[in-house]
Nanobody, 121 residues
Framework: QVQLVESGGGLVQAGGSLRLSCAAS????????MGWYRQAPGKQRELVAN???????NYADSVKGRFTISRDNAKNTLYLQMNGLKPEDTAVYYC???????????????WGQGTQVTVSS
């Protein structure tokens, strides 16, 4: 079993900062790409940023220059530093990770339960 647990969400004023964390635990052999997604009320879930195990990070245009994604492979933990937050960043933020749990089976994507980020104007 694999679990992804997010933390760090909350209520912040516009212009403020938050740092999200996502810890993966369980029977993990390796983790490939990890990423943050968000879903605002009435909207589809969208990619915020992702980071391969050893490659180049990727950001949505709407967060470039404000958000920074990083990971600690030794701790199987993903982070999202969010600066310059705007009311339109309000959403439930989910982490996702492509995880291999067996030498037999292909990696699959696991999701966290989500953490609410609310930015007031």
């Amino acid at each position: 079993q694999v679990q992804l647990v997010e933390s760090g969400g909350g209520l912040v004023q516009a212009g403020g900062s938050l740092r999200l964390s996502c810890a993966a635990s369980g029977s993990i052999l390796s983790i490939n790409t990890m990423g943050w997604y968000r879903q605002a009320p009435g909207k589809q879930r969208e990619l915020v940023a992702n980071i391969p195990s050893g490659g180049i990070t990727n950001y949505a245009d709407s967060v470039k220059g404000r958000f920074t994604i990083s990971r600690d492979n030794a701790k199987n933990t993903l982070y999202l530093q969010m600066n310059g937050l705007k009311p339109e960043d309000t959403a439930v933020y989910y982490c996702a990770a492509e995880i291999k749990t067996s030498v037999i089976y292909k990696p699959r994507t696991y999701w966290g339960q989500g953490t609410q980020v609310t930015v007031s104007s």
